[in-house]
């Protein structure tokens, strides 16, 4: 889980936690991780699932600007591993209870399309890949520190949204059980009171487009490029980096095997495979006992364990010579505290680590490949430009040729939510080519587009213009589209002129 210390400098979080208890959270082993339930609370679900029965000057652009539009891409609360571990009873307790996720659910609906009966395979099943408790709150929280800082900073652009809530709130999300409820633990915090008699449609309809692996990919394409990137990385790392590599990935799994950690059977059965690059041939035959597991499933299940103080004894004693050196593009995971767990599993968490950083690696490097960024991306962030010029339109502004956005409606609501997965937010951060961040994001991590409308003067001309800021978890994302020149790094704001353009640039699918 997210196990950094939040502040709560929300009214209404405060409110939460005078309220009686809606459930109570397990008691966790890991020190971080109790407490931060301890920081939170058993009660802070409480007001936010009872109620739901029921432009300001922007600084730092060289000129005076309103808030037009926010679209916010978030990733799901803390889950549990995807990969099904025993024991199975463990990671149910986790779960919230029936009684929370029906009060959660009320005053919201879900609309999904015509199912062609594929399941993705990181969707989970029973208490597998589900948002815990923990992840329920860590929603709630991101949704209340939006509402604290728009009632701060925007709270002509917050009236406008309370104002005409079925008008101006847009929500989107995959079809998994943790996105969807992860949205609506989001919409607890932002809509403590509730949204009155506005039922809040959440649009589930497009999983394949808000992720850079569908299964299958929409595009032969893509899964052709994909593997002749491996392909090559295999051929120019032959020898000893990617024996070591290859080694750390075997011995990690044959710990986790001789623990019997993983549900092999259940596992293979399932045909659980994710990841940009990865498929579930890749460990070798189906009815191997003891399967070389994927880098993605690796780095799911060390975090799960390790964040729980769960890793297996025997990964505690493995030999670290071949995490030493660089195994891959290195991004902390900041949900692992340095420090974390007993001394007695450093060279566990050194191993878990090592994994991380190698899968987080590769996801970037693939997703930096220009054409397979556009492959794997392209509707999605065509979508969300427009999405922006649809809400300057109204002033006015630049338009995004039409097509190009796969299924996507455009809109102009001024908030729009997209529910999704940590893969969603790299897949953002390399398709806008905005700078890598220095940590893996976390769950409940907030990637945001904002849209800003300025006054510049030409002369003693007043006229206006629309830029774009990019963030992540607060931090402003350079961003390198149009960039050159002293811009070579990439500017905080960008006029979207520039991203219209860029956005048409790209091949639109056929």
């Not at 395979?121 to 029973?126: H, L, N, P, T, V």
């Amino acid at each position: 889980p997210q196990l950094r210390k939040m502040t709560i400098g929300s009214n209404i979080l405060h409110y939460y936690l005078l309220a009686i208890p809606a459930f109570s959270i397990p008691a966790p082993t890991n020190r971080h991780t109790r407490g931060y339930s301890a920081h939170l609370s058993n009660r802070v679900l409480n007001h936010a699932i009872s109620a739901r029965g029921g432009g300001s000057d922007v600084e730092g652009f060289g000129g005076r600007g309103k808030l037009v539009q926010v679209q916010l891409v978030h990733r799901h609360g803390d889950r549990t591993p995807i990969t099904p571990l025993n024991p199975e009873a463990y990671w149910a307790s986790l779960l919230p209870s029936d009684a929370v996720l029906t009060k959660i659910a009320t005053g919201t609906a879900v609309v999904r399309g015509t199912s062609d009966g594929k399941i993705h395979g990181a969707a989970g099943f029973g208490p597998y890949g589900k948002l815990t408790q923990l992840g329920l709150l860590q929603m709630v929280e991101l949704g209340s520190s939006l509402r604290a800082e728009l009632e701060e900073t925007q709270p002509d652009f917050l009236r406008t949204v309370d104002g005409d809530v079925k008008r101006n709130l847009r929500v989107v999300t995959t079809d998994m059980a943790r996105t969807i409820l992860s949205a609506r633990g989001f919409l607890a915090g932002m809509f403590p009171d509730g949204t009155g008699k506005v039922e809040v449609r959440m649009d589930a309809r497009h999983t394949p487009y808000l992720i850079p692996d569908p299964q299958p990919r929409r595009l032969e394409e893509q899964a052709v490029l994909e593997a002749a990137i491996v392909r090559r990385w295999e051929a120019e790392g032959a020898g000893e980096n990617s024996e070591k590599t290859e080694d750390l990935r075997a011995r990690v799994s044959d710990a986790l095997h001789d623990h019997s950690i993983v549900d092999v059977e259940t596992m293979l059965s399932a045909g659980i495979s994710f990841g940009v690059g990865e498929d579930l041939s890749d460990g070798g035959s189906v009815d191997d006992p003891r399967p070389v597991l994927q880098w993605g499933q690796l780095s799911e299940i060390l975090k799960c364990l390790q964040v729980r103080d769960r890793l297996p004894p025997s990964l505690a004693m493995a030999d670290a010579d071949a995490v030493k050196a660089p195994v891959g593009t290195a991004v902390r995971d900041p949900q692992v505290p340095a420090g974390a767990g007993q001394a007695s599993a450093v060279l566990a968490m050194a191993d878990a680590d090592a994994v991380k950083a190698h899968t987080g690696g590769r996801w970037f490097r693939l997703l930096r490949h220009e054409r397979l960024s556009e492959l794997a991306m392209g509707p999605m962030v065509r979508w969300m430009v427009a999405n922006a010029c649809a809400a300057a339109r109204v002033a006015g502004g630049p338009c995004l040729d039409d097509g190009g956005c796969g299924p996507f409606e455009t809109s102009p609501a001024p908030l729009q939510q997209v529910s999704a997965h940590d893969s969603t937010l790299i897949g953002l951060l390399c398709a806008f080519r905005l700078e890598t961040p220095s940590e893996w994001p976390p769950y409940a991590s907030a990637w945001r587009m904002d849209l800003h409308r300025r006054v510049v003067r030409a002369g003693d001309v007043p006229c206006e213009d629309y830029v774009v800021r990019f963030s992540l978890n607060g931090k402003t994302l350079r961003c390198s589209i149009g960039a050159d020149g002293e811009d070579v790094r990439g500017r905080e704001h960008i006029p979207l002129d520039d991203l219209k353009d860029w956005a048409n640039s790209l091949r639109k699918e056929t």
